[in-house]
């Protein structure tokens, strides 16, 4: 796993005109830090750092270094804020995870073997992702980059479901923890569409 390591400091000048003229003197973003118990922190970190992070995927799903003043914190990204025409990250919300406390995340999927999928391969089906992430819960230390779905052996017509999933230990889906109705589909193999296949006949005349 890479190690993320991010540097913050306080932030005392708070509202939206501060923020704004953070983003656009500083060039840095202004941030909160929250859970495990403690007080909400206002703080601030460069937006060229916290943009190379977000470049890659294990940022999203990975337990990250925050050193506040130079005093580490571990946390996960919560949520991130963009400019919705520029790349500009105009905020970020973080949490503090302890190592004893579990805690509730989304980290994405990663469909393997589709290429090796015969009914995909060879009888020509449609692949249907239906979930790109899954949320789950474990202690910080059982955290993964990401769950792997393998479709090697799934055959025409099949859907896997969340149940079908083979999880890391220590690591559980908040869906299932309420009930198998909340079993959704991951992943399918459809038939193709036949051209001209119609799914209503002419009425006779």
Known sequence: MTDFVLNARTRTDLGKGASRRLRRLAEEVPAIVYGDGGEPEAITLSHRELARALESEAFYSHIISLRIDDKPRDVILKDVQRHPARP???????LRVSKTHKLTTRVPLHFINEDRCEAVKQQGGVV??????????CLPGNLPEYIAVDMSTMAMG???HISDLVLPAGVESVALAHGADHDLPVVAIHRPKVKGDDSETPAEE
């Open 88 to 94: 500009v990250i105009l905020h970020a919300d973080f």
């Open 128 to 137: 249907q992702h239906n979930l790109v992430d899954l949320e789950i819960q």
């Open 158 to 160: 099949q859907i896997l």
